[in-house]
T-cell receptor
Framework: RKEVEQDPGPFNVPEGATVAFNCTYS??????FFWYRQDCRKEPKLLMS???SGNEDGRFTAQLNRASQYISLLIRDSKLSDSATYLC?????????FGAGTRLTVKP | DGGITQSPKYLFRKEGQNVTLSCEQN?????MYWYRQDPGQGLRLIYY???????QKGDIAEGYSVSREKKESFPLTVTSAQKNPTAFYLC?????????FGPGTRLTVT
């Protein structure tokens, strides 16, 4: 079983839609959690950290469920510029473990 | 401008040749990392260095070597022993809790 698993997609949604991604992790000792965004053929960039209480940054909301070992990312009012691959990242004792990513395409 | 630079952006080599990928940072971070990304897979850690003159193997170090003679520089050599070297190579720096990536080098070996 992979340490970090994501649905690869692709998710194809119209502009203005709400879309949600889930990510599951296998190691219960995981300490911290992140979502990174990666544009096509570019480097990953930190989108947001995920806190136990859940956190929101504009149109983006991240949630953590430690009991079920999954994290989620919700994007409201999708924009064309949101098209990218979203990587789920879990920190286990200082080691960053990356999911393979979920690809999102937002269409006009 | 503070940041991480990697060069070249694209690199082509013949099988059997060693090749060195450059990574430089001016963020004054102690830790530096090398990852490899293949289609459909998450980033995998090759090597990392927490301090000058010290480095550790990651999950897939076989066929690779590194050096860390200066804080700013962490070059990666892909040796001929690496069986599947064609990939997107990403250098990163920062803390384990937040990493900043360079633009990457896309290596193709034929």
């Amino acid at each position: 079983r992979k340490e970090v698993e994501q649905d690869p997609g692709p998710f194809n949604v119209p502009e203005g839609a709400t879309v949600a991604f889930n990510c599951t992790y296998s190691n219960s000792a995981s300490q911290s959690f992140f979502w990174y965004r990666q544009d096509c053929r570019k480097e990953p960039k930190l989108l947001m950290s995920v806190y136990s209480s859940g956190n929101e940054d504009g149109r983006f909301t991240a949630q953590l469920n430690r009991a079920s070992q999954y994290i989620s990312l919700l994007i409201r009012d999708s924009k064309l510029s949101d098209s990218a691959t979203y990587l789920c990242v879990v920190n286990i004792a200082g080691d960053m473990r990356f999911g393979a990513g979920t690809r999102l395409t937002v269409k006009p | 401008d503070g940041g991480i630079t990697q060069s070249p952006k694209y690199l082509f080599r013949k099988e059997g040749q060693n090749v060195t990928l450059s990574c430089e940072q001016n963020l004054n971070h102690d830790a530096m990392y090398w990852y490899r990304q293949d289609p459909g897979q998450g980033l995998r850690l090759i090597y990392y260095s927490q301090i000058v003159n010290d480095f550790q193997k990651g999950d897939i170090a076989e066929g690779y070597s590194v050096s860390r003679e200066k804080k700013e520089s962490f070059p990666l050599t892909v040796t001929s022993a690496q069986k599947n070297p064609t990939a997107f190579y990403l250098c990163a720096t920062g803390q384990p809790y937040e990493q900043y990536f360079g633009p990457g080098t896309r290596l193709t070996v034929t």
